[in-house]
């Protein structure tokens, strides 16, 4: 069974520290790895990654995807109070059609 | 654009009630799906169908049925409303497989 881990399950930081989200994940034949963001209502898509070692960067966020150990990580520089949500990866295999989703990291960023 | 359309919003159950949330997108997407969100569960998947007239379970199938008998509509049904059915709905859909979901604005159902 296909299975998304993700750490912390919350924590909370200062205006401007950065800030690195976990996820590990176990699944039959590998296609994409994807990140969301969810703020009170529905998520929003951030990236999508599928191969290994390739940074996909957006402004203040950045990902990447290591394919061998199973993991992926979502970076936030200089957090603002606006980046508070919570933060969900899912995974998709190759032979499937639906996305797995993690139970979120919830991050509060105080000003 | 609209997206993807879902209603009601919100809606208040008795134990052993029926009802149907109302989900469509205007995007031609083929793939469509019933998520449903628990606090700190992250997104557990109900339903989903690769096209109109074909459907098949996920995660967490029991109590609910689903049909899609056209591209843009994909209803969710609750037979027998059960309190552990007390959740946020959220219905999205992709133009390919696990690819990039379009999600609705969710309904908050509550059973008691």
């Known amino acids: 069974e296909d299975k998304v881990v993700q750490s912390p399950l919350s924590l909370v930081v200062h205006e401007g520290d950065t800030v690195t989200l976990n996820c590990s994940y176990e699944?039959?034949?590998?296609?994409?790895l994807l990140w969301y963001k969810q703020e009170k209502k529905a998520p929003t898509f951030l990236f999508m990654l599928?191969?290994?070692?390739i940074e996909k960067k957006s402004g203040r966020l950045s990902s990447i995807l290591d394919k061998k150990e199973l993991f992926s990580i979502l970076n936030i520089t200089a957090t603002q109070t606006g980046d508070s949500a919570v933060y969900l990866c899912?995974?998709?295999?190759?032979?499937?059609?639906?996305?797995?989703f993690g139970a979120g990291t919830i991050l509060r960023v105080k000003s | 654009n609209a997206g993807v359309t879902q209603t009601p919003k919100f809606r208040i159950l008795k134990i052993g009630q029926s009802m149907t949330l109302q989900c469509t997108q205007d995007?031609?997407?083929?793939?469509m799906y019933w998520y449903r969100q628990d606090p700190g569960m992250g997104l557990k998947l109900i339903y989903y169908?690769?096209?109109?007239?074909?459907?098949d379970k996920g995660e967490v199938p029991n109590g609910y049925n689903v049909s899609r008998s056209t591209t843009e509509d994909f209803p969710l049904r609750l037979e027998l409303a059960a309190p552990s059915q007390t959740s946020v709905y959220f219905c999205?859909?992709?133009?390919?497989?696990?690819?990039?979901?379009?999600f609705g604005a969710g309904s908050r159902l509550t059973v008691l």
């Open positions: 999205a859909s992709s133009y390919a497989g696990a690819n990039v979901l379009t």
């Open positions: 699944v039959t034949n590998f296609r994409s």
């Open positions: 599928t191969s290994s070692g």
């Open positions: 899912a995974v998709a295999g190759v032979y499937g059609n639906k996305l797995v």
């Open positions: 995007m031609n997407h083929n793939y």
């Open positions: 169908s690769v096209g109109a007239g074909i459907t």
